[in-house]
């Protein structure tokens, strides 16, 4: 992939500081939230390591970077949202949800319903590499971002997980 395009504001340096007054704090928390998860989308990377000086929290044109309370901050206040969760203790390893696990849950079933994928099964692999799914905003996913997706379905009824002997598959319902 092709260099990652920055919007306008990433260049403002108070952009890096967190701030004080809270309607600036509220704008910048909403303008960081949006640039993790336009970032992860493009990269299409679920993973994201907040220890390390990733070009994301790390501008080195300006000289500036995000500080590590800072990017707790951020990751932290996109869990309550849903676009992200937590992968150990210390807080430095995050998954990054561009679309809720609900709202990749439903993208999968209306995928699964519009083309006829349901009462059949279909490998984990196929639904992210597969021929019949580029194109589809899901293709290229993180396998382990469309299995959460794929359990939030099963609770709801709509799919069955099924474990195959070389990896994973769902029956749409």
């Given at each position: 992939?092709?260099?990652?395009?920055?919007?306008?504001?990433?260049?403002?340096?108070?952009?890096?500081?967190?701030?004080v007054h809270a309607k600036?704090?509220?704008?910048?928390?909403?303008?960081?939230?949006?640039?993790?998860?336009?970032?992860?989308?493009?990269?299409?990377?679920?993973?994201?390591?907040?220890?390390?000086?990733?070009?994301?929290?790390?501008?080195?044109?300006?000289?500036?970077?995000?500080?590590?309370?800072?990017?707790?901050?951020?990751?932290?206040?996109?869990?309550?949202?849903?676009?992200?969760?937590?992968?150990?203790?210390?807080?430095?390893?995050?998954?990054?949800?561009?679309?809720?696990?609900?709202?990749?849950?439903?993208?999968?079933?209306?995928?699964?319903?519009?083309?006829?994928?349901?009462?059949?099964?279909?490998?984990?692999?196929?639904?992210?590499?597969?021929?019949?799914?580029?194109?589809?905003?899901?293709?290229?996913?993180?396998?382990?971002?469309?299995?959460?997706?794929?359990?939030?379905?099963?609770?709801?009824?709509?799919?069955?997980?099924?474990?195959?002997?070389?990896?994973?598959?769902?029956?749409?319902?």
């Amino acid at each position: 992939m092709g260099a990652f395009e920055w919007p306008w504001q990433y260049s403002f340096p108070p952009f890096f500081t967190v701030q004080v007054h809270a309607k600036t704090k509220e704008q910048q928390l909403a303008t960081w939230k949006e640039l993790v998860l336009n970032y992860q989308k493009h990269m299409c990377q679920a993973l994201l390591n907040i220890a390390e000086d990733t070009p994301l929290f790390d501008n080195k044109e300006i000289s500036r970077k995000l500080s590590p309370d800072g990017r707790l901050w951020v990751m932290e206040e996109l869990a309550k949202t849903g676009h992200a969760a937590t992968v150990d203790k210390r807080k430095q390893q995050w998954e990054v949800y561009w679309h809720t696990l609900d709202e990749w849950s439903n993208i999968l079933y209306d995928w699964a319903v519009a083309n006829g994928m349901t009462n059949t099964v279909c490998t984990t692999f196929e639904l992210v590499a597969g021929d019949t799914t580029v194109g589809e905003e899901f293709h290229g996913l993180d396998e382990g971002v469309l299995t959460k997706a794929l359990k939030v379905l099963e609770s709801r009824g709509k799919c069955e997980i099924i474990v195959l002997d070389d990896g994973s598959g769902v029956k749409f319902f």
